[in-house]
């Protein structure tokens, strides 16, 4: 006979699993909903698109079309449907109907099991005037493309969508990766050819060099680039931030300790921040530094990292990384104090977002000069 304690047990293991069957099936129904109302925006947009385009509608008519539908759809159902909110779409199919889905995005949403998949095939059913194979595959929610069709440059636009939906970013981290530049960053920390990679791609992490973006962007820690702080002040603002701090260090990456002690011939020593980067399958370690960058500084990390490859490193495991986070570096300074095969980073970062028509700027001079030299290599083939 079971006895009462027995039957609690079992009917919590129930209650546990039928729980977890509503959440997921609840978490789908979102999702479904969600991806279905983008493609309805976009099918919204090319409607009012199209009727401005056949109907030749001045400026100031074709204001007045959108109050009129406005209220109509309004009084038919209800609030959601705005002059603005009819704006946002027309602004999304004109961004759209000719951009390219990233094919990065096309192949892992085909391969898998979305929803949205069906979701466009119920679409297609309704006799909208579009069909699948002629709009882009939308794989986030409509807050994310609110975001994304603000990003006019398309590389740009490309690599945060693959990587938003790889990532599974929230609508604030997405924000944040936009307004921190991120694109640019990583574009000007690679060579050229890679720029054209990271739009078509996302951020790749194949070696040690593509974890580092120039300047890492440190905005979160609510410290002032004018006020004086110490390396401990950083430290703390970092681990307190921990969650944004690994957003913005990149894919793969796990936090392992603070002020992590290793103890070498009766000496201790500390490491500020330890990572470990599954993507690489390798440690990484951070060291911070408010004052200017010196060769003792380099040659300390070099010491830690050595430590870490011969006594704390698995066989399977790659090569340590070593990163002196700082405030101003000198390049010259590391090349020459390093040996070529050092697995060592000197990383600028700020305290404020970057200037981001500047980065634009200069990867905009990258891509012409990409462009220039390839036209130029297609002419010495001919």
Not at 8 to 23: P, Q, Y
Not at 217 to 246: H, R, W
Not at 366 to 373: G, I, L, S, Y
Request: aromatic share 12%.
């Amino acid at each position: 006979m079971a006895t009462e304690k027995n039957i609690t047990s079992s009917e919590n293991n129930l209650f546990d699993s039928v729980s977890l069957l509503i959440e997921n099936a609840r978490k789908k129904v979102a999702t479904a909903i969600n991806t279905v109302m983008v493609y309805t925006y976009y099918g919204v947009g090319q409607y009012i698109v199209e009727f401005e385009q056949n109907g030749k509608v001045r400026a100031e008519y074709g204001k007045q079309v959108l109050i009129n539908l406005s209220n109509k759809l309004t009084d038919k159902f209800g609030d959601g449907w705005s002059i603005k909110t009819l704006e946002k779409a027309k602004q999304f199919y004109k961004v759209y109907s000719d951009f390219p889905t990233p094919k990065k995005i096309l192949t892992t949403s085909k391969s898998s099991e979305s929803n949205f998949l069906h979701s466009v095939e119920e679409i297609k059913k309704q006799d909208f005037v579009y069909t699948v194979d002629k709009i882009h595959v939308f794989t986030l929610s409509w807050n994310h493309y609110q975001i994304l069709m603000r990003v006019k440059n398309e590389m740009a636009r490309s690599f945060y969508e693959i990587e938003a939906f790889e990532q599974q970013w929230s609508v604030r981290q997405l924000q944040r990766q936009v307004s921190s530049s991120l694109f640019e960053r990583l574009a000007l920390s690679r060579d050229k050819d890679e720029v054209m990679r990271l739009a078509t791609e996302g951020q790749t992490i194949e070696k040690p060099s593509d974890i580092i973006k120039d300047p890492l962007v440190l905005e979160f820690v609510g410290l002032k680039p004018e006020a004086a702080y110490s390396e401990t002040d950083l430290e703390n603002a970092v681990i307190t931030k921990l969650k944004t701090f690994l957003l913005e260090l990149g894919k793969g990456f796990l936090f392992e300790a603070r002020q992590k002690r290793f103890t070498f011939d009766e000496d201790n020593f500390y490491v500020d921040l330890v990572f470990y980067n599954r993507l690489l399958q390798c440690y990484v370690l951070i060291d911070l530094k408010t004052d200017k960058l010196t060769h003792q500084d380099l040659g300390q990390m070099q010491m830690y990292v050595n430590y870490f490859d011969r006594y704390v490193k698995t066989d399977f495991e790659k090569p340590t990384i070593g990163i002196l986070l700082c405030e101003t570096k000198n390049d010259a300074l590391v090349e020459l104090t390093l040996p070529k095969e050092a697995n060592i980073y000197a990383q600028q970062y700020e305290l404020c977002l970057p200037d981001k028509k500047l980065l634009q700027a200069k990867i905009k001079e990258w891509v012409q000069e990409f462009k220039a030299a390839k036209e130029i290599e297609k002419l010495n083939n001919k």
